[in-house]
């Protein structure tokens, strides 16, 4: 059941001085209308750990525009959405979404890409950002990213907050370091003071054109960066970089899994990674050897990753947060076990010992997908997906205790898996190559 249209347009409740509790925990709330084609959610928080929401409205048949809501706990829901007019045309797409970030002393920054086709590639596109210095009452003209002419293409971003208090961000690049070898360059950048973002570097050369990378600033203010790599011409797998110095070194890349999948083309689906107080946790999918969403961590004994187990081969776009007591959340689409057209939003919590619990949370017989998580400073978990009604969508979210998953899951059984050959059947995807979005 989905209740609720802008909650958070309601009157305060009178609960000063009370502890707040949500009766909606369990529920899932509308947050958009139909008619607003929302898409491409992401959940971050504020400088106050607020969680803070922003997703891609189209507002008319060309122009999208970016909007954004803070989640206000005495509201028990989203706070009314406001839209950043400095985006205004900006590109839509779930894997290369638009993202609002707060630096440490609340400076907002929006990031977004507008498509700007080229004979180099039709499918090329700049990065632009804008930045707010009173709590998003006003933003910045927009600002490009790049500025260097050879640099036609930038995609497939991430941001994370760094221990210092500023933001970094990873993308993919045109431009390549590696000039014999397929692929784009991931580069990384940071900002400084009202300058936005400066000093861009590249940091690993020939990877995947089109799988989202991820960046993620952990507890400890050590910085993880996932991406798709391409090694030995055609074997596209994930791979992951460090630093422990906010960005300035990164140590040398290491191979997340061996999972040897042959594919000329790219997969449009990238890595997640999540820290749970005790180390990280990476949730990958991939079609070497059986498909489906893989899980690993890495040994704090010997600082490699361990044997990848494979969660499920009906899930899909992973997003993972670490939840405490060394435990992992992961939120996917799955495919629904009466309905192949239908997707159903689910949580697997993942313990330190490997054991994993499976609980759905959207509605049957409704289609869903692309959910994104945090966990708020009261510990519950924030869910926030896309539902789909013919050709509309709008955006639906949840607030779950995290004790639900336990107390009323199912139990599952996982497989680790062995290394696969690249010779042994692993399926090759017709999809083309396309420098793309």
């Known amino acids: 059941m989905t209740i609720g249209f802008f909650s ?4 305060k409740k009178e609960t ?3 502890p707040i509790t949500n009766p909606y925990i369990g529920i899932t709330q509308a947050l958009t209308d139909s008619a607003m084609h929302a898409s491409c959610a992401y959940l971050t928080t504020d400088h106050q750990a607020n969680p803070l929401l922003c997703w891609t409205e189209k507002i008319d048949t060309i122009n999208n525009i970016l909007v954004y809501a803070l989640y206000d706990e005495e509201l028990q829901g989203f706070g009314d959405p406001k839209q950043i007019k400095e985006t205004l ?20 920054l929006a990031v977004f890409r507008i498509s700007t086709p080229s004979a180099k590639s039709r499918f090329a596109g700049s990065m632009y950002f804008t930045q707010s210095f009173d709590e998003g009452k006003s933003w910045t003209p927009k600002q490009k990213l790049v500025t260097d002419s050879t640099s036609y293409n930038q995609s497939f971003y991430d941001l994370t907050l760094l221990k210092d208090g500023e933001l970094g961000m990873s993308w993919l690049d045109a431009r390549s370091i590696e000039k014999d070898k ?4 991931l580069f990384f950048a940071k900002t400084k003071g009202k300058l936005g973002f400066v000093n861009e570097k590249p940091i690993a050369g020939s990877t995947c054109q089109c799988c989202r990378t991820d960046v993620f600033n952990d507890s400890n203010g050590n910085l993880h960066v996932g991406y798709r790599n391409i090694i030995e011409d055609s074997i596209r797998d994930m791979f992951y970089l460090t630093s422990t110095n906010s960005g300035v070194t990164f140590e040398k890349q290491e191979r997340i899994g061996e999972d040897n999948w042959v594919i000329r083309g790219c997969p449009h689906t990238g890595p997640t990674i999540a820290h749970n107080g005790e180390g990280i946790g990476v949730a990958w999918f991939t079609m070497g050897g059986e498909k489906g969403i893989y899980f690993t961590t890495k040994d704090k004994q010997n600082n490699e990753f361990i044997q990848r187990t494979l969660l499920s081969n009906k899930i899909y776009h992973p997003q993972m947060i670490g939840a405490g007591d060394g435990n992992f959340v992961l939120a996917t689409e799955e495919e629904s076990e009466f309905n192949s057209i239908l997707n159903r939003i689910v949580l697997r919590l993942i313990s330190s010992e490997g054991k994993v619990i499976r609980y759905p949370i959207s509605a049957k017989g409704t289609n869903n ?5 945090i966990r708020k400073k009261n510990g519950n978990l924030l869910i926030v997906w896309v539902e789909i009604s013919g050709e509309n969508s709008k955006l639906v979210y949840q607030e779950i205790d995290i004790k639900t998953i336990s107390e009323q899951g199912s139990p599952e059984i996982s497989k680790r898996t062995t290394t696969r050959l690249p010779s042994e059947g692993v399926p090759v995807n017709a999809v083309l190559c396309a420098d793309d979005l």
């Open 182 to 185: 397929e692929g784009s360059t």
């Open 8 to 11: 958070s347009c309601n009157e």
């Open 89 to 108: 045309g900006m590109h839509a797409h779930h894997e290369t979404m638009a993202k609002i970030a707060v630096k440490k002393d609340g400076t907002m």
């Open 369 to 373: 997908e692309y959910p994104v998580i």
């Open 16 to 18: 000063e001085g009370l």
